[in-house]
Each structure stands twice: as structure tokens, then as C-alpha cells.
């Protein structure tokens, strides 16, 4: 799985465009006076931001100046850092680091954002520069500053001089560089195909019903991390796998989604085990039970019913076990030698519970015997 994570590189690149100028704000310049003791956790530089600034846009652009100014763009590691399973991992590096690629940049801007309390995602896609589009992936933001959707690309401002050429632009003018690969993130009522894109065509062909992007963007949101993977893929096959970069990328959503299922399947096979675990203790205390010819003395009823809870226990593990490998293809578990355990527990509790049916019906007199056969 590693090796095919690393097959797709997300390189970034810095450039220049027109965009919004927010120099003016006053945020900008106290943005980059944080404490440096609050500035290595996305949570303590948020609370800064929240203590310190009112408005969602001036917190956005507190954090977007003091991310650009203060990250600065190296891929030395990137793949150690950026490819490892804890996503959390290209945050906490890159802020220690105080450097790192387009994957950083877009993740701790996100990350501040939200635990601001304004909505945000990073974007993965591809750009075009220069009139040429590049060969290689990208990330940035999107953001939702007084119920707006706009759009960021904080490695592109990366460098001193607190640039904002890509902080809030509109998405029909980020659309002129920036191509998501899920077309959702274009956030356009009307989408632009990837052919429209690579040709420099940008604009939006009025055709079929308009997208609802507040409600769109929103209903996605509301998903599991599992379901939001699975929406792209369909979003991604609708809108046609124009170029290599869009099938590779495909490929490494396909590949996380696969990871998720075969977590999915660790996760019943680990719990059918501790599954058969309980059952065999109940069984086992039973025998023990018998063993000690029913001392202390309980109601037929009660003792009838021991056995009654490995039934729905064995129910409950065996459907587990016929999930697993239902999604991806099990390759890891080995589900039969289990099987066997629970078939053959099954046939215990069975001759268990004909030695209660004879017990409860045999008269108190004879009941001493059965347990010497």
C-alpha cells in the first residue's frame, strides 16, 4: 500500500496571479506578532486568533499571513512526512519544521480555520501556469467566511512580503489556475470539464440542471471520511478521466478506500475473536459449574439459561465473519479456521443442553446419576 501511495507525488510549485489585496488590514501585520510558545499547535495559534480578531476574514487572514510567512516551501522529507498514517503527522512536522510542501501549507491553514469555527477543506488537483498545465498535483483550501465559499492557496503566497494574491478568490477566477480533481471543490453551479480546463477554456457551459453549491458542499461535509472518499470516486467518474494525473489520482482514492475497508474487516475479524473469547468463557464457567454438580444450588430456570447467551453471541460473530472481505478482497484473514472453532462450540452447547434436558427432567432422585455418565 506505501508503495503505491508514493506513487503519486504531490509536488507544488509557487507562482503569481491577481487576486484579492488585503495588505490593508490591520490583521496582516499583528497576524505575525503571535507568541512563539502558541505557535506550534494549530489549537493555540486558533485560540490566539480567536481572542485577538473578531471577524472570520480578519482570522482567516491573521492565519493565512502568519502560515505564508512563517512556513517556508522545501520538500526535503516530504515523503516521510506526508505519506505516514497519521494525517495529523504533516501539521504537527511542518509547524516543528517550520517548513514543508503544498500538503503542509493547505493543512495547517485548514486546520486553523476550522478550529476557529469556520468551515474548511483541503483541495487536491492540478494547476495551470503560465498558459501550460502542470504534470504534477497540488493542494489547497476552501474556505466559508460569512457563508461564502472562496478559495485559497496559501503555498503560492509562501515567502516573505505577506502576499494574499490567492487568499478569498472567487471561485469562477480560481478556476482559471486551480482544477480540482473532485469537481465539487470547483465550487461552480456549472463545473468545468478537465478538457475545457487544460485547453484554457475556464468558462462554465450553462448546460443540464445547476449545481447547489452551498447545499452540495454541505451534504458532502455531513459524510463519514469513508463516504466522502466514495462520493469523489463517482463525482471523478462522472466528470470523465481526461488525463493521467486524474487516473492516478483516482487510483490513490480507490487505494485509500480500500485501506478504510480492510480496517473495516481487521476490525470484525478482531471482534468475532473476542466474540468466541466470551462465548467460551460462559461454556467453560458452565462446565465448571456441572463440574461441581450445580453447587450452589439455582432454579431449574437459572440453570437452563447458562447456556443461553452463546447463541446470540455465535450469531452475532458469525455475521461478521461473512462481512468480511464483502468490499475488498480478504487477503489477510483466513476466516475458516475460525468458522470451525465456533461450528464446534456450537456442537459442545448442543450436548450440553440435552444433558440439561434429561437433568430437569429426570426426578430429584436420579438426577445425581447423570452426572457420573
Not at 216 to 222: D, E, H, K, P, T
Request: some cysteine; proline content about 4%; overall charge neutral.
Amino acid at each position: 500500500m506505501k508503495l503505491l501511495l508514493l506513487s503519486y507525488l504531490l509536488v507544488c510549485f509557487s507562482s503569481f496571479a491577481k487576486g484579492q489585496d488585503y495588505n490593508n488590514y490591520a490583521s496582516a501585520g499583528r497576524a505575525l506578532h503571535i507568541p512563539e510558545s502558541e505557535t506550534y499547535s494549530t489549537s493555540s495559534i486558533a485560540n490566539y486568533l480567536q481572542s485577538n480578531f473578531k471577524t472570520d476574514k480578519e482570522k482567516l487572514l491573521a492565519a493565512y499571513v502568519w502560515v505564508t510567512t512563517n512556513i517556508k516551501y522545501d520538500k526535503d522529507s516530504m515523503y516521510n512526512i506526508n505519506w505516514g498514517p497519521d494525517p495529523q503527522t504533516k501539521i504537527s512536522s511542518a509547524l516543528r519544521r517550520r517548513k514543508g510542501v503544498c500538503e503542509n501549507f493547505a493543512a495547517i491553514f485548514s486546520d486553523i480555520s476550522s478550529k476557529c469555527g469556520i468551515p474548511s477543506f483541503v483541495v487536491t488537483g492540478y494547476t495551470m501556469q503560465s498558459g501550460s498545465v502542470k504534470r504534477t498535483g497540488h493542494t489547497w483550501c476552501a474556505v466559508y467566511p460569512d457563508k461564502e465559499w472562496l478559495l485559497c492557496d496559501p503555498t503560492w503566497d509562501a515567502g516573505p512580503g505577506s502576499r494574499t494574491n490567492f487568499f478569498l478568490i472567487s471561485p469562477s477566477e480560481f478556476i482559471g489556475s486551480h482544477m480540482p480533481f473532485d469537481p465539487l471543490w470547483q465550487l461552480l453551479p456549472y463545473p468545468v470539464s478537465h478538457r475545457d480546463f487544460c485547453r484554457g477554456s475556464f468558462y462554465t457551459k450553462k448546460e443540464g440542471s445547476p449545481l447547489t453549491v452551498a447545499d452540495s458542499v454541505n451534504a458532502f461535509l455531513q459524510l463519514d471520511s469513508l463516504h466522502q472518499l466514495e462520493a469523489s470516486l463517482i463525482r471523478m467518474r462522472q466528470a470523465g478521466l481526461e488525463n493521467d494525473m486524474v487516473n492516478t489520482w483516482r487510483s490513490y482514492v480507490n487505494m485509500k478506500v480500500a485501506i478504510v475497508y480492510e480496517d473495516k474487516d481487521m476490525n470484525l475479524y478482531n471482534s468475532a475473536v473476542a466474540d468466541l473469547n466470551s462465548a467460551n468463557t460462559i461454556f467453560n464457567n458452565f462446565v465448571e459449574y456441572r463440574n461441581n454438580r450445580f453447587i450452589p444450588t439455582k432454579s431449574d430456570a437459572e440453570v437452563r439459561a447458562l447456556l443461553d447467551p452463546i447463541a446470540g453471541i455465535i450469531a452475532s460473530a458469525e455475521k461478521k465473519l461473512d462481512q468480511i472481505g464483502r468490499t475488498v478482497e480478504n487477503l489477510q484473514y483466513d476466516t475458516a479456521p475460525l468458522q470451525k472453532k465456533f461450528d464446534a462450540l456450537k456442537q459442545r452447547v448442543k450436548d450440553q443442553q440435552y444433558f440439561l434436558k434429561q437433568y430437569v427432567e429426570s426426578s430429584l432422585a436420579d438426577r445425581g446419576k447423570l452426572f457420573y455418565q
